[in-house]
């Protein structure tokens, strides 16, 4: 709706998790460092963790893109506390058959699906996002599923991606064989009040503004309201254009920031401190 008013190819603000859009500040650099890391030299567990809207899937995502052909890649990501058999849900995340099979016959496949992509010159590698929200039967599955292997070769390669409460979970007693297994971990936090600025102007960018379109007072007051969350600037930046394309402002001034996060408060269910 605003773009063209503010000479955009398109909404700089999406909350969709987009790569081209990953804004790499220090903490996301280092974590997209580790996974680089954990990845090339074929470690059997990595762990990403970070708040809400901290841009976890976005770096996943940017991740991705960069794997060759060679990477056999499978995504489970609708865990819950109630999964009966995770088994079934990594069969169907590599397209392979589940439906009908006994535990053992099961893990049979599975075992030979991983020693068909290693014969074929592929690595595997299986993603699994809101990794919090398994319960310590189910992660115990998975450090089954790290023991295949073929002579030295680790067959399997596994990215746990969940919020604070993952590493809690992994801190428990009867998961220490688990925690043991993870070769990298990294916590990713909110933005740097300092990076919040830097992070605007980079997705405005992208989006074709060269121009400066907000002003320090405006990015200032919402590094302060948003706390740094990278989602949480999204929707105050998305809301602020809004507004301001309806009074036609060529620029956003701190006024329209704070008049959008009184706006909030008062009449939406997305509040921030005013």
Request: net charge negative; charged share 20%.
């Given at each position: 709706?605003?773009?063209?008013?503010?000479?955009?190819?398109?909404?700089?603000?999406?909350?969709?998790?987009?790569?081209?859009?990953?804004?790499?500040?220090?903490?996301?650099?280092?974590?997209?460092?580790?996974?680089?890391?954990?990845?090339?030299?074929?470690?059997?567990?990595?762990?990403?963790?970070?708040?809400?809207?901290?841009?976890?899937?976005?770096?996943?995502?940017?991740?991705?893109?960069?794997?060759?052909?060679?990477?056999?890649?499978?995504?489970?990501?609708?865990?819950?506390?109630?999964?009966?058999?995770?088994?079934?849900?990594?069969?169907?995340?590599?397209g392979q058959p589940y439906d009908g099979l006994s535990q053992v016959a099961l893990y049979d496949a599975f075992q030979r699906f991983l020693?068909?992509?290693?014969?074929?010159?592929?690595?595997?590698?299986?993603?699994?996002?809101?990794?919090?929200?398994?319960?310590?039967?189910?992660?115990e599955s998975l450090r089954m599923l790290s023991n295949i292997n073929a002579d030295k070769y680790q067959l399997l390669q596994m990215i746990?991606?969940?919020?604070?409460?993952?590493?809690?979970?992994?801190?428990?007693?009867?998961?220490?064989?688990?925690?043991?297994?993870?070769?990298?971990?990294?916590?990713?936090?909110?933005?740097?009040?300092?990076?919040?600025?830097?992070?605007?102007?980079?997705?405005?960018?992208?989006?074709?503004?060269?121009?400066?379109?907000?002003?320090a007072a405006a990015i200032e007051r919402i590094a302060e309201a948003s706390r740094g969350v990278p989602r949480t600037i999204n929707i105050?930046?998305?809301?602020?254009?809004?507004?301001?394309?309806?009074?036609?402002?060529?620029?956003?001034?701190?006024?329209?920031?704070?008049?959008?996060?009184?706006?909030?408060?008062?009449?939406?269910?997305?509040?921030?401190?005013?």
């Amino acid at each position: 709706m605003f773009e063209e008013f503010y000479g955009l190819k398109e909404n700089p603000f999406s909350i969709q998790p987009d790569p081209e859009y990953l804004f790499m500040g220090k903490r996301h650099s280092m974590a997209y460092s580790v996974l680089e890391y954990s990845i090339r030299n074929k470690a059997g567990f990595a762990v990403i963790s970070g708040d809400i809207g901290c841009g976890k899937t976005t770096l996943i995502r940017k991740l991705l893109e960069s794997l060759g052909e060679d990477a056999c890649i499978g995504l489970v990501y609708n865990t819950h506390q109630d999964i009966a058999n995770l088994l079934e849900w990594i069969m169907l995340a590599f397209g392979q058959p589940y439906d009908g099979l006994s535990q053992v016959a099961l893990y049979d496949a599975f075992q030979r699906f991983l020693i068909n992509q290693y014969g074929a010159g592929k690595r595997v590698l299986l993603i699994v996002d809101e990794a919090q929200n398994l319960s310590p039967t189910a992660l115990e599955s998975l450090r089954m599923l790290s023991n295949i292997n073929a002579d030295k070769y680790q067959l399997l390669q596994m990215i746990l991606v969940g919020q604070p409460q993952l590493k809690e979970l992994l801190r428990r007693p009867e998961l220490q064989q688990f925690a043991q297994r993870v070769s990298a971990h990294f916590f990713i936090p909110p933005l740097e009040m300092q990076e919040v600025g830097p992070y605007i102007k980079f997705r405005l960018f992208v989006a074709g503004r060269t121009t400066p379109l907000f002003s320090a007072a405006a990015i200032e007051r919402i590094a302060e309201a948003s706390r740094g969350v990278p989602r949480t600037i999204n929707i105050l930046c998305d809301t602020v254009l809004v507004y301001g394309f309806a009074a036609e402002k060529q620029s956003i001034d701190v006024d329209l920031v704070n008049e959008v996060i009184r706006d909030q408060a008062t009449f939406g269910v997305f509040s921030l401190e005013s």
